[in-house]
DNA sequence: TGCCAGGCCCTCTTTAGGGCCTT
């Protein structure tokens, strides 16, 4: 049923699509690890949800069947199945520090020596079980939207975007949102009034039941979903939120968030650089060597290069998917 | 008349200013 509620509404919003992005993004990966042949590859340990944060780590491949479609992760089907491949390196130990109200970690890195520390926000600590149990069933998707400016009370979304980080078929979703009002700042992203504002293309009170029914279908039964943004503390995330509030919606408990801008101090500073330095995501893209897919600042061309620069941060600080949940926010 | 986004981080440091990031 879930399957056939999902399919209606697409259909009612033709603007709404969710293109087949296949594997190619985990088979990438999947040969840097083989490439390598080393103890990491970059996204190894983001998706490494056997991962054991203590050390001590046996190098192991992993095989296992993705369910991927829309319909959601509860049915039975297994038609659309693709095969995931795992590696577990052997040389990274993670530590934390423990302060009362500042969450924190320290990760060494045996093989450079370096020492990083990632310090987000101020929250009650959680032991390093109750992460590890999270990252076993967490869902990472990359996220973007692209407004009518930067106010969120007098502006509005124009374009979603989101990402499934683990891929397959119906892993993307891009959509532009009718905000019933002028676009002024088409010269930033290319969306115009006469793009957006049409009958076919859905107002944000009609796309959020399909944005939920999108994670829901990504998501792991019982698991968590983090959603990752480039500066979302304080852009992309109070934006959606203020939108669900103004359509009466809530955010989903099971909802986290993640900002790669801390990630990217944290990389930067580790490197040597002087904080504040170029973080943008076109900066850190750039400083990645990663190609633009797609015309900038439209929020699916931003997501590719959020969902690889995601990647090269969490390579760069040993960052396993415990430590993205640790250092996510609600 | 002045403001018009807001949070984070750094610095010439600590209560303020400036830069960065998001569209």
Redesign the pocket.
């Known amino acids: 049923m879930k399957t056939i509620a999902m399919c209606f509404s697409l259909i009612q919003v033709p603007r709404c699509r969710i293109p087949l992005i296949a594997n190619s993004w985990w088979e990438s990966l999947y040969k840097l690890g083989r490439k390598g042949g080393g103890s990491s590859s970059y996204g190894v340990l983001l998706f490494s949800s056997n991962y054991e944060p203590e050390g001590g780590l046996s190098r192991r491949w992993t095989r296992r069947t993705i369910n991927t479609r829309t319909g959601g992760n509860n049915e039975s089907s297994t038609s659309n199945s693709s095969i995931r491949h795992e590696i577990i390196p052997e040389t990274t130990k993670i530590q934390k520090s423990r302060k009362v109200g500042i969450r924190s970690q320290i990760i060494s890195d045996s093989t450079s020596n370096k020492i990083i520390t990632y310090?987000?926000?101020t929250t009650e600590i959680e032991s390093d079980k109750h992460y590890a149990d999270l990252a076993k069933l967490a869902t990472i998707i990359c996220f973007?939207?692209?407004?009518?400016?930067?106010?969120?009370?007098?502006d509005r979304i124009?374009?979603i975007a989101c990402q499934d980080l683990r891929g397959g078929e119906n892993s993307t979703f891009q959509t532009l949102v009718n905000p019933e009002r002028d676009v002024p700042?088409e010269q930033?992203?290319g969306i115009s009034t006469r793009m957006v504002n049409r009958y076919d293309v859905p107002r944000m009170k009609e796309l959020i039941p399909i944005l939920l029914q999108y994670v829901k279908s990504r998501q792991i039964p019982g698991g968590v979903v983090v959603l990752v943004s480039?500066?979302g503390?304080?852009?992309?995330v109070?934006f959606l939120k203020k939108e669900f509030s103004r359509c009466s919606y809530e955010i989903p408990q099971d909802w986290l968030f993640a900002d790669t801008?801390?990630l990217a101090?944290a990389v930067m500073?580790s490197k040597g650089s002087?904080?504040?330095?170029?973080?943008?995501?076109?900066?850190l893209r750039e400083h990645y060597g990663i190609p633009l897919i797609g015309p900038a600042?439209r929020?699916l061309s931003?997501v590719h290069s959020l969902a690889l620069v995601l990647q090269r941060l969490t390579y760069d600080l040993k960052l396993p998917v415990s430590g993205i949940i640790q250092g996510s926010f609600k």
Do not use: C, M, Y
């Not at 973007?144 to 007098?154: C, M, P, Q, V």
């Open positions: 310090n987000v926000g973007d939207i692209e407004t009518t400016g930067f106010g969120r009370e007098k124009i374009e700042n930033i992203h480039h500066n503390r304080t852009f992309d109070p801008l801390p101090r500073k002087k904080v504040p330095s170029k973080i943008s995501l076109q900066a600042h929020a931003d």
